[in-house]
């Protein structure tokens, strides 16, 4: 097996679905959009189901086409994009419920699917989805008129405790909605963080779920191994990889590992990431190619079959902070051409 192996740990994105859930102590929705970032839509929307989850978000119609197929008629599939313009056999097929964000999408959505859920998203300063206020307040009694299943915002700033704009958007939200009798959800991972003033009805993890900061006590869930395709011995002097970036300071022993910025290690990695053997780490060399990197492993006492670039000594976060990203994107960038496995 040539390619890198990507392990996903399914019963510690239950746990931390649970822990985020004990955390805000009203009912948690999965966000498995960007195929449960990276993950698996349909094994995790599974997994999710089975332990009890029973609504879900996705970003577009379409996720929520293959997550219906793996989780059944049962649970409720909320959209983030709304009802957008050719939506509504999906919607309606796939019993989907689309959080409707302009006055556009609201005259699409009671025109072409009269007495299908839906929910209104609200915007409270982030200025990317949502009715701002004068739109709401022009809309809201023809909206509610139609019994919205939720109303929602999106914090900007969560991931900042002390930020400002948390209360300003809160304060906002609560003027928007109190006394409105619909239920409300403010928060995603970094809001369930902030406490019970931001739990409304119903929170949104995504981020958390998947072992990704800001919730710090998350379990991790992915570790990633790459097997070493060749090693060889450099003398002092020599150099490796595009572009004679490096050069060897000493006699040096170095591997060559599956994986490159075409499996989502990123070109930014290049003289930054480390890789482990056990406890061990060895620092890659040079820069990152499409399908490999290049890996000092001099001071390993034997050749190893294999490194590790996620996993106990390296969190997705680590990883991200050395590819100047964040843990998001290096899990939605994961690439396909890994072997997967899933721990249940
Ligand atoms: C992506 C997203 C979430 C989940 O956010 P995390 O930070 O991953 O927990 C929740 N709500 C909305 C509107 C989102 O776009």
Redesign the pocket.
């Known amino acids: 097996m040539g390619t890198g192996r990507l392990s996903i740990d399914l019963s510690a994105i239950v746990s931390n679905w649970k822990a985020l859930a004990s955390l805000a102590r009203v009912d948690a929705a999965p966000?498995v959009?960007a195929d449960a970032?990276g993950l698996g839509i349909g094994p995790v929307g599974r997994a999710l189901a089975n332990a009890g989850a029973r609504r879900f978000?996705v970003?577009y119609a379409e996720e929520g086409f293959t997550l219906r197929r793996a989780v059944g008629p049962g649970p409720e599939i909320m959209v983030?994009s709304g009802h957008m313009a050719g939506d509504a056999r999906a919607l309606a097929e796939c019993g989907l419920t689309p959080?409707v964000n302009s006055v556009e999408q609201l005259t699409r959505h009671l025109e072409s699917l009269p007495g299908h859920p839906f929910g209104i998203?609200l915007d409270t300063g982030m200025n990317r989805?949502g009715m701002e206020w004068a739109e709401w307040a022009a809309v809201a009694e023809i909206a509610l008129s139609q019994n919205p299943v939720l109303l929602?915002s999106?914090l900007a700033c969560?991931?900042e405790p002390d930020h400002p704009m948390n209360p300003y958007q809160l304060d906002l939200f609560q003027q928007m909605t109190d006394g409105l009798n619909v239920p409300r959800s403010l928060?995603?991972?970094?809001g369930?963080l902030l406490g019970p003033d931001y739990h409304f009805d119903l929170v949104?993890?995504?981020?958390?779920?998947?072992g990704?900061l800001?919730f710090e006590h998350a379990q991790p869930v992915v570790t990633l191994d790459l097997p070493v395709i060749q090693v060889r011995d450099l003398q002092e002097g020599e150099v490796a990889g595009y572009g004679n970036t490096w050069q060897a300071q000493r006699p040096s022993r170095l591997a060559t590992v599956s994986a490159g910025y075409a499996d989502g290690l990123l070109r930014s990695l290049s003289h930054r990431v480390t890789l482990w053997h056990g406890d061990t780490p060895c620092p890659a060399v040079g820069r990152v190619s499409m399908d490999l990197i290049i890996v000092d492993v001099t001071d390993l006492p034997e050749d190893p079959e294999a490194l590790t670039v996620i996993g106990p000594n390296q969190s997705i976060d680590q990883l991200a902070e050395a590819a100047g990203t964040i843990g998001?994107e290096v899990l939605t960038s994961l690439g396909s051409r890994y072997a997967r496995s899933l721990r249940e």
């Open positions: 966000v959009k970032y978000f970003a983030l959080m998203q989805l929602m999106h969560a991931d928060s995603a991972t970094g369930i949104r993890p995504g981020i958390g779920l998947y990704g800001p998001y």
